[in-house]
């Protein structure tokens, strides 16, 4: 049995009404928003893949905390190294799935 209207003016009374303009308009930010200093990053995010420690002994790493989960991380390398690392950790049913690419930094 299809469910096709018979009558197609009747489904217009069902659309959703259109958007205030209103409801789009942001105010444009001003120089004493840019003075401001950023957030502190809250202290769960430093625990990532990126900045621990890799170890031969260990079979698996441990499970990730849920916050740094589906999160882009980027580590810079020090003065003595020319590559930056992203990494992303992504869960899947029980599993835990971490990518990590490293690049060169051009000098």
């Known amino acids: 049995m299809d469910n096709v209207p018979e009558n197609l003016e ?5 659309e959703a009404p259109p958007s205030p303009d209103s ?4 105010a444009l930010l001003g120089d004493e928003d840019f003075a401001k200093e950023p957030v502190a990053v809250p202290p769960q995010l430093h625990l990532t893949v990126l900045g621990s420690e890799n170890s031969e002994e260990a079979p698996s790493s441990p499970k990730p905390q ?9 580590e810079k390398g020090w003065a ?28």
């Open 80 to 107: 003595s190294q020319s590559v930056v690392a992203l990494g992303l950790t992504h869960r899947f049913q029980s599993k835990y799935v971490t990518v990590v690419l490293y690049k060169p930094l051009k000098r």
């Open 10 to 14: 009747s489904v217009a009374e069902f």
């Open 23 to 26: 409801s789009y308009a942001q």
């Open 66 to 74: 849920h916050v740094v989960l589906n999160h882009l991380f980027i």
